[in-house]
């Protein structure tokens, strides 16, 4: 009997690390809004955000740029671009990583003043 309960104290405990760890991986996730609000603090770090595909441009100058939504921002912050060797398609529910870039500028008027540039792109089961 005591080593029945010693075993289940033992999956209890791994249990709830696992989810603390889960929720720690979430807490350090970045809304798109607050990725736009901080993107000057933020340049130069990677950082993690998830949301929905809403728009994707392929093997554009090298590179795929995805558009993921979240529902937070404005019309002005709710949209952040992502650029990377991976794609993914409209609606898919993805979570991305990659380094935060500010004014970046590739000419003939495409300049970006928030971008995530070298991201993996992960689709949510």
């Given amino acids: 009997m005591k080593i029945l309960s010693l075993a289940s104290a033992g999956l209890i405990a791994a249990l709830a690390l696992a989810s603390s760890g889960a929720s720690a991986a979430e807490a350090n996730l970045k809304t798109v809004a607050a ?4 993107k000057a603090a933020l340049a130069g770090q990677t950082i993690r955000a998830q949301g929905k595909v809403v728009k994707v441009n392929n093997n554009i100058m090298g590179r795929n740029f995805v558009h993921v939504q979240d529902g937070t921002g404005d019309a002005s912050s709710n949209d ?3 650029t990377s060797k991976q794609t993914a398609a409209v609606g898919d529910q993805v979570t991305i990583s990659g380094v935060v870039v500010v004014n970046r500028d590739f000419g003939s008027g495409y300049s970006y003043p928030l971008l995530i540039e070298e991201a993996s792109i992960t689709p949510k089961k």
């Fill in 35 to 38: 990725l736009h609000q901080n």
């Fill in 80 to 82: 952040l671009i992502v």
